[in-house]
């Protein structure tokens, strides 16, 4: 009874709308009064911030807030796989016939995630999927978990149900109906698809390859190459979000292995290692 009626009512609400609006809320003048509030009922650890907090002019440059250098030191082993944001492991493991886990008895395919042909979403078969939740106490902004060059990226638009608990154990397919922007990158894994899933309350997902973002009215799916094929080294910021929401990260077989210490409910800081990069078969 109550998850037909938490799903009725969360779909019932206009959620891109409401998000558009909190976005320019957040980017108010007034909202700056709110900026100790929000640090206070959300634990923030403010001596690894980058500036003092009366240079921040709203509440989003607060939360989009750079981190102190050194505050995340990166990984340098040259074969680790690191995290590319703070934020919490939802899910994790295998990609078996195409599908993945979004909860308990609630699972998702590759291509309807991608919103791809079937035989685009085939290469990831076998390989490794990670979904890392970021709570609204998180740094976020979302960073390289490998050295790569990006080869293309996908924006399609889409619902904004709650990424947290309530969506995601409420809303089947949650991942493949909210709007998200997908990176693709060649990387020593081969492969690598980072799925940033817009949520409700959240402004927009920004990239910095581009003059890209989400949540805009009447927006329409578009997938573009990069011609000039940008390089990032493993830790640079490639994008971030205007308040919490997911990143799922998909490697092909054979490629990656995750550490031991990556379960469900692990807290990950971006630049921590979380796994190895394997060496390809001959």
Do not use: W
Not at 219 to 226: A, E, H, R
Not at 238 to 243: A, K, Q, Y
Request: positive net charge.
């Amino acid at each position: 009874m109550i998850r037909p009626l938490l799903k009725t009512v969360i779909t019932l609400l206009p959620q891109n709308a409401i998000s558009r609006l909190i976005g320019r809320a957040g980017r108010s003048k007034v909202s700056k009064r709110f900026i100790k509030p929000y640090i206070s009922i959300f634990n923030i650890n403010t001596d690894e911030i980058e500036q003092p907090l009366s240079s921040y002019p709203h509440l989003t440059a607060f939360f989009t807030r750079n981190l102190k250098a050194g505050a995340r030191p990166i990984c340098s082993l040259s074969d680790a796989l690191v995290s590319p944001v703070d934020g919490k492991v939802a899910q994790f493991g295998p990609i078996r016939r195409g599908t993945l886990i979004q909860a308990k008895n609630i699972e998702y395919t590759v291509e309807q995630l991608l919103g791809c042909p079937k035989e685009n979403a085939e290469k990831f078969e076998g390989g490794t999927f990670l979904t890392i939740y970021l709570s609204p106490r998180d740094y976020h902004r979302i960073h390289m978990p490998l050295d790569g060059e990006l080869t293309h990226f996908t924006y399609i638009p889409g619902r904004l149900f709650p990424v947290n608990a309530i969506g995601v154990h409420h809303v089947p397919g949650l991942f493949t109906k909210n709007e998200r922007l997908i990176t693709y990158a060649r990387t020593p894994a081969g492969e690598m698809a980072i799925v940033k899933v817009g949520a409700f309350i959240v402004g927009s997902v920004k990239v910095g390859y581009g003059e890209h973002t989400t949540n805009v009215k009447k927006g329409k799916m578009y997938s573009l190459d990069l011609p000039e094929m940008p390089r990032y080294r493993k830790g640079e910021e490639i994008g971030l979000f205007e308040f919490g929401s997911t990143v799922i990260l998909l490697f092909e077989k054979d490629r990656i292995l995750l550490d031991e210490h990556i379960q469900e409910g692990t807290y990950l800081k971006y630049g921590g290692r979380i796994g190895t990069v394997l060496s390809p078969r001959p």
